[in-house]
């Protein structure tokens, strides 16, 4: 059963809420302006709650190193009688968590921002959460409490194909996908054959809605920013090479740099592939505290959004890596297949191909992912796409 709902969680008649064993999934971006609480002390204080599930960078995102938070830091919250469970995930990225952990609760409501990226970890949760139930014929309820898309309704990218290697994200999504986390979850729930109940609170009765923008609260340690989400789906890409994408800054996502990129530092340079329409570039250097290159100073640039200008971000990220190929610039790509989860990317990063004919690639699987995505979408604003990259 699917319901979409335009009302607010605490006006729903529905008996599971009001007499139900409630779990929660949420982390600090669940927080209530009018009421100046989170979602799991209100849900506490009606007496129903009994476990507060949240991810690895604890609940506040106070573990940027993704350590867990554990439960006795938050017994000063007041809501110590309730259980507290870390989602770990195995080796392979993938949660560790018995489904006997949502046994003894009638409903789950989620509550929180996602990135917009098929690389959201939160996101990967969730999905994993209802296969959980689903295959294991939990009779349980679940409530989205809809968000905004922190990237707006942009697409970029190609669909991680199933077979890819695990890393690259959440099998059937682009890099960048548009929706918001009530449609993603409508996705998810279709593509499975789900049967419990599901039940999306929209996100136009939301009360932080009207003070609060998407970004206000930083959904994650690593997108502390208002520019943050524009650049986070493409310089993650990054990450499958050795050079930073700011990790470690206070601006990760919005530099990138290495300590053998000094050869572009000289003014009034041609920056080739690093330049792009929808973006001004700042020379700078920096030094990471902590991730790749921790204390090494770092030749680069900081990415500034030219206003009212389209941004490709995973376009510009894969120009970024072929013109350091093509200089010769020693990048190593060794971790690169891991990320991108696309040959044809892979191909025109190492030179195996040219941008036309990955700019056709990437055209299309938009163009198939945008025809998908309407058949789960609740809200009357489209899906678009940046129809010349970088031009």
């Not at 867990?68 to 949660?95: I, M, N, Q, R, W």
Request: hydrophobic share 35%; charged share 20%; glycine share 10%.
């Amino acid at each position: 059963m699917f319901s979409f709902r335009t009302t607010p969680l605490d006006k729903q008649e529905d008996l599971v809420l009001r007499r139900g064993s409630l779990a929660v999934l949420c982390n600090q971006s669940a927080w209530d302006p009018e009421r100046q609480e989170y979602l799991f002390e209100t849900l506490h204080r009606n007496g129903r709650l009994r476990k507060v599930l949240f991810p690895s960078d604890g609940i506040f995102g106070e573990k940027p190193d993704k350590s867990l938070g554990e439960a006795p830091v938050y017994a000063s919250l007041g809501v110590s009688d309730c259980v507290f469970v870390p989602l770990h995930t195995g080796p392979s990225g993938k949660l560790v968590m018995d489904a006997e952990v949502l046994e003894d609760v009638d409903a789950l409501i989620v509550e929180f921002q996602d990135t917009g990226s098929r690389y959201d970890s939160l996101t990967a949760l969730l999905y994993e959460i209802f296969q959980i139930i689903h295959h294991g014929g939990l009779s349980l309820s679940v409530y989205i409490l809809d968000r905004e898309n922190i990237c707006g309704r942009w697409v970029e990218g190609t669909t991680l194909c199933p077979g890819s290697q695990e890393a690259a994200g959440i099998e059937g999504i682009p890099h960048r996908h548009g929706l918001t986390l009530g449609e993603l979850s409508n996705l998810f729930y279709s593509e499975i054959g789900a049967r419990f109940p599901l039940h999306i609170i929209s996100c136009m009765v939301r009360p932080a809605t009207q003070y609060l923008m998407p970004w206000s609260i930083p959904p994650r340690p690593d997108v502390p920013g208002l520019f943050t989400s524009n650049f986070y789906c493409g310089m993650i890409l990054l990450s499958g090479t050795d050079m930073s994408f700011g990790e470690g800054t206070t601006r990760p996502y919005e530099l990138f740099g290495a300590p053998y990129m000094d050869r572009y530092m000289r003014s009034g340079q041609d920056l080739g592939g690093f330049s792009d329409s929808g973006v001004f570039l700042r020379r700078t250097v920096f030094s990471p505290r902590f991730g790749r290159w921790k204390g090494r100073s770092c030749f680069g640039f900081q990415m500034l959004p030219r206003p009212g200008v389209p941004y490709h971000s995973v376009a510009h990220a894969l120009r970024i890596m072929r013109q350091l190929v093509d200089d010769g610039a020693g990048v190593d790509l060794s971790g690169l297949p891991a990320v991108l989860g696309d040959e044809m990317m892979e191909a025109y990063v190492t030179g195996g191909i040219e941008w036309d004919g990955l700019f056709e690639h990437i055209r299309t699987e938009e163009q198939k992912w945008i025809r998908k995505a309407r058949r789960y979408m609740l809200y009357d604003d489209q899906l678009t796409r940046v129809k010349n990259p970088g031009a």
